[in-house]
Protein backbone atom coordinates (compact mmCIF):
# COMPACT_ATOMS: atom_id res chain seq x y z
CA UNK A 1 0.00 0.00 0.00
CA UNK A 2 2.98 1.96 -1.14
CA UNK A 3 1.47 5.91 -1.56
CA UNK A 4 1.99 6.37 -4.97
CA UNK A 5 3.63 9.70 -6.00
CA UNK A 6 2.28 10.03 -9.01
CA UNK A 7 -0.38 12.09 -9.59
CA UNK A 8 0.59 14.31 -6.12
CA UNK A 9 -0.33 17.71 -8.24
CA UNK A 10 -3.63 19.51 -6.87
CA UNK A 11 -6.32 17.76 -8.35
CA UNK A 12 -7.56 20.17 -11.25
CA UNK A 13 -10.50 22.32 -10.56
CA UNK A 14 -11.96 25.32 -10.19
CA UNK A 15 -9.97 28.21 -8.37
CA UNK A 16 -12.89 29.57 -6.19
CA UNK A 17 -15.62 27.37 -4.25
CA UNK A 18 -17.30 31.04 -3.36
CA UNK A 19 -17.43 34.67 -4.36
CA UNK A 20 -17.65 37.93 -2.63
CA UNK A 21 -21.30 39.62 -2.69
CA UNK A 22 -20.17 42.69 -1.12
CA UNK A 23 -19.41 45.45 -3.72
CA UNK A 24 -15.28 45.95 -2.80
CA UNK A 25 -14.25 48.02 -5.88
CA UNK A 26 -12.81 50.50 -3.98
CA UNK A 27 -10.67 47.92 -2.28
CA UNK A 28 -9.49 46.41 -5.14
CA UNK A 29 -5.77 46.77 -6.42
CA UNK A 30 -6.26 44.52 -9.60
CA UNK A 31 -8.60 42.37 -10.86
CA UNK A 32 -7.84 38.80 -13.19
CA UNK A 33 -9.95 36.91 -15.34
CA UNK A 34 -9.62 33.43 -15.81
CA UNK A 35 -11.37 31.84 -19.02
CA UNK A 36 -12.85 28.37 -19.40
CA UNK A 37 -10.18 25.73 -19.24
CA UNK A 38 -9.90 22.11 -19.44
CA UNK A 39 -10.22 21.75 -15.43
CA UNK A 40 -13.12 24.03 -14.66
CA UNK A 41 -15.66 24.78 -16.65
CA UNK A 42 -16.22 28.40 -15.06
CA UNK A 43 -15.38 32.04 -15.69
CA UNK A 44 -13.60 33.44 -13.11
CA UNK A 45 -13.12 36.45 -11.63
CA UNK A 46 -10.34 36.81 -8.94
CA UNK A 47 -9.87 40.59 -7.17
CA UNK A 48 -6.46 41.04 -5.08
CA UNK A 49 -6.85 43.57 -2.32
CA UNK A 50 -5.02 46.90 -1.97
CA UNK A 51 -4.50 46.94 1.85
CA UNK A 52 -3.45 43.08 2.06
CA UNK A 53 -2.63 41.05 -1.39
CA UNK A 54 -5.53 38.97 -0.11
CA UNK A 55 -6.80 37.20 -3.17
CA UNK A 56 -10.85 37.38 -3.25
CA UNK A 57 -13.48 35.59 -6.05
CA UNK A 58 -15.65 37.70 -7.61
CA UNK A 59 -19.49 36.61 -9.00
CA UNK A 60 -18.76 36.83 -12.80
CA UNK A 61 -21.92 37.54 -13.38
CA UNK A 62 -22.34 40.65 -10.75
CA UNK A 63 -23.28 43.56 -12.78
CA UNK A 64 -21.26 45.38 -10.33
CA UNK A 65 -18.02 43.12 -11.31
CA UNK A 66 -18.90 44.24 -14.65
CA UNK A 67 -18.86 48.36 -14.24
CA UNK A 68 -15.36 48.05 -11.95
CA UNK A 69 -13.58 46.25 -15.05
CA UNK A 70 -15.19 48.66 -17.04
CA UNK A 71 -13.92 51.34 -15.42
CA UNK A 72 -10.51 50.22 -15.25
CA UNK A 73 -10.70 49.79 -19.26
CA UNK A 74 -11.86 53.02 -19.22
CA UNK A 75 -9.11 54.40 -17.99
CA UNK A 76 -6.58 53.62 -20.48
CA UNK A 77 -7.85 56.40 -22.23
CA UNK A 78 -7.49 59.27 -19.86
CA UNK B 1 29.82 55.23 3.87
CA UNK B 2 27.52 52.32 5.12
CA UNK B 3 24.76 50.66 2.93
CA UNK B 4 21.67 52.10 4.30
CA UNK B 5 19.03 48.75 4.31
CA UNK B 6 16.36 51.44 4.85
CA UNK B 7 14.22 51.47 1.07
CA UNK B 8 15.66 48.57 0.51
CA UNK B 9 12.06 47.39 -1.72
CA UNK B 10 11.74 47.63 -4.51
CA UNK B 11 11.44 51.15 -5.91
CA UNK B 12 7.63 51.50 -6.76
CA UNK B 13 6.70 52.16 -10.38
CA UNK B 14 5.01 50.54 -13.68
CA UNK B 15 5.44 46.83 -14.25
CA UNK B 16 4.99 46.99 -17.86
CA UNK B 17 8.42 48.76 -19.93
CA UNK B 18 7.19 46.94 -23.18
CA UNK B 19 3.68 45.30 -24.49
CA UNK B 20 3.54 42.12 -27.13
CA UNK B 21 2.15 43.50 -30.19
CA UNK B 22 1.25 40.07 -31.89
CA UNK B 23 -2.27 38.83 -31.11
CA UNK B 24 -1.78 36.46 -28.62
CA UNK B 25 -5.55 35.77 -27.29
CA UNK B 26 -5.36 32.12 -27.98
CA UNK B 27 -2.48 31.59 -25.88
CA UNK B 28 -3.76 33.26 -22.85
CA UNK B 29 -4.86 31.45 -19.91
CA UNK B 30 -5.62 34.83 -17.97
CA UNK B 31 -5.43 38.47 -18.07
CA UNK B 32 -5.13 40.56 -15.29
CA UNK B 33 -5.88 44.47 -15.01
CA UNK B 34 -4.30 46.75 -12.63
CA UNK B 35 -5.49 50.16 -12.89
CA UNK B 36 -3.51 53.39 -12.53
CA UNK B 37 -1.99 53.32 -8.81
CA UNK B 38 0.14 55.80 -6.78
CA UNK B 39 3.20 53.70 -8.52
CA UNK B 40 1.79 53.88 -11.76
CA UNK B 41 0.04 56.24 -13.48
CA UNK B 42 -0.29 53.80 -16.45
CA UNK B 43 -3.56 51.20 -16.81
CA UNK B 44 -1.89 47.92 -17.06
CA UNK B 45 -2.97 44.56 -18.53
CA UNK B 46 -1.05 41.62 -17.99
CA UNK B 47 -1.47 38.27 -19.83
CA UNK B 48 -0.33 34.85 -18.11
CA UNK B 49 0.50 32.19 -20.86
CA UNK B 50 -1.18 28.88 -20.94
CA UNK B 51 2.08 27.09 -22.23
CA UNK B 52 4.76 27.98 -19.05
CA UNK B 53 2.77 30.37 -17.51
CA UNK B 54 4.81 33.27 -18.57
CA UNK B 55 3.57 36.77 -17.72
CA UNK B 56 3.22 38.91 -21.22
CA UNK B 57 2.50 42.56 -21.02
CA UNK B 58 -0.18 44.06 -23.24
CA UNK B 59 -1.07 47.06 -24.44
CA UNK B 60 -4.22 48.34 -22.94
CA UNK B 61 -4.89 50.39 -25.79
CA UNK B 62 -4.96 47.52 -28.81
CA UNK B 63 -8.28 47.30 -29.94
CA UNK B 64 -7.51 42.36 -30.32
CA UNK B 65 -7.00 43.08 -26.18
CA UNK B 66 -9.82 44.76 -25.58
CA UNK B 67 -11.81 42.06 -27.86
CA UNK B 68 -10.09 39.44 -25.81
CA UNK B 69 -11.62 40.77 -22.49
CA UNK B 70 -14.68 41.40 -23.77
CA UNK B 71 -14.82 37.26 -24.83
CA UNK B 72 -13.99 36.28 -21.70
CA UNK B 73 -16.50 37.99 -20.01
CA UNK B 74 -19.27 37.41 -22.97
CA UNK B 75 -18.54 33.83 -21.55
CA UNK B 76 -19.56 33.87 -18.08
CA UNK B 77 -23.48 33.71 -18.88
CA UNK B 78 -22.84 30.31 -21.21
Do not use: Y
Amino acid sequence: EGMSLHGLGVEPRCRCSGTESRRIGKLIESIELFPPNPHCKDTEIIATLKSNGQEICLDPKAPWVTKVIEKILAKRSS
